[in-house]
């Protein structure tokens, strides 16, 4: 299994970015595919999540109406489009993948089982 994350950068608050985890080694819609992101000094946060076994996505409180989770099957990517950006969404945004972990779990703070090596994202006031 190996993802890697693409995108991230310097953007001035209030703009836009969007990140793509590229995904192999497995059967795409078999897994369950997370964000998450870890700012200096602050624990990993779950950002959202999409699901093609339970046709669901997540996101978390402080992205909700801000972010969105989609999915190129044919390219085997899944995307995390970023607006309105805040200097609080600075972090290393990192992709994840699991082939038993639910939106539930994830939720619960389940760790995933495949990550990928995470992207910057840095949000300047």
């Known amino acids: 299994v190996q993802l890697v994350e693409s995108g991230g950068g310097l953007v001035q608050a209030g703009g836009s970015l969007r990140l793509s985890c590229a995904a192999s080694g497995f059967t795409f819609g078999d897994y369950a595919i997370g964000w998450f992101r870890q700012a200096p000094g602050k624990e990993r946060e779950g950002v959202s999540c999409i699901s093609e076994k339970e046709d669901n996505t997540y996101y978390s409180p402080s992205v909700k109406n801000r972010f969105t989770i989609s999915t190129d099957i044919a390219k085997r990517t899944v995307y995390l489009q970023m607006n309105n950006l805040q200097p609080q969404d600075t972090a290393v945004y990192y992709c994840?993948?699991?082939?038993?972990?639910?939106?539930?779990?994830?939720?619960?703070?389940?760790?995933?089982?495949?990550w990928g090596q995470g992207t910057q994202v840095t949000v300047s006031a």
């Open positions: 994840a993948a699991d082939p038993i972990n639910t939106i539930a779990t994830m939720i619960a703070g389940v760790p995933y089982a495949y």
